[in-house]
């Protein structure tokens, strides 16, 4: 063999491999250049490590399917709620008692059987609610209708002689009967601030909710 091929095979010998090292370096650097993203794992896209998710199972967590629902009973009877048309919920608390609930968030439809009667209304689950079943009145009883002129529905409180706290839709009309006396009524469904006004309860009086 002759000094000229000889040097020309350690050349070609060198030259393939510099060019498998290169290839395997650029192989590697394409790897690390291209980090995860999200979506299904492909070719220049691997799969992602998983990442932390709301646990479900806290009633007040943001983000949560579920949310908390605090129901106080103030009367001397067992009252019961109903939530959703058809109902999903039926909630018996036993006098002088309050239960907390986990609930799916929405708002609801309700129908509350408490003190010989039965109040329907809306009630708003999508954030975590206290709700009060008032004491049943012992004083002269009127019947009031309450009107609600805005466009949203109204989440209203009524101090008085008795207190009451129910939920009323937007356009809606309701009769109550009330315990006689002067009120001061707060509802929370106006923003960016809730309304306070003062009611008296007098046979056939109207109490108009407004957000003007």
């Known amino acids: 063999m002759s000094r000229r091929n ?12 510099a060019f498998v090292f290169f290839a395997s370096t650029a192989a590697v650097g394409e790897q690390i250049e291209h980090p995860c993203h999200p979506g299904p794992p ?9 990442t932390a998710t709301p646990d479900a199972s806290e009633p007040s967590l943001p983000g949560s399917a579920v949310v908390g629902f605090r129901l ?14 058809p109902v999903a919920y039926v909630l018996n608390v036993p006098a002088q008692s309050e239960t907390v609930y986990t609930i799916a968030r929405n708002v609801y439809p309700f129908a509350l059987d408490s003190c010989g009667t039965v109040t329907t209304g809306y009630m708003d689950l999508t954030v975590y609610t206290f709700y009060v079943a008032a004491p049943c009145p012992t004083q002269e009883l009127v019947r009031v209708t309450v009107v609600n002129q805005s466009s949203w529905s109204q989440e209203v409180m009524m101090y008085g002689p008795s207190s009451y706290v129910f939920a009323i839709g937007a356009g ?8 006689k006396g002067d009120y001061t009524v707060t509802y929370s469904g106006c923003l960016p601030a809730s309304r306070t006004t003062t009611f008296e309860a007098r046979a056939g009086r109207v109490l108009k909710l407004t957000c003007q």
């Open 172 to 179: 809606e009309t309701r009769v109550l009967t009330i315990s």
């Open 6 to 17: 000889l040097f020309y095979q350690v050349f070609f010998l060198v030259v393939g491999m």
């Open 42 to 50: 492909g070719p220049g896209n691997p799969p992602c490590p998983p």
């Open 72 to 85: 106080s009973n103030q009367t001397d009877e067992m009252i019961t709620l109903r939530l959703g048309d």
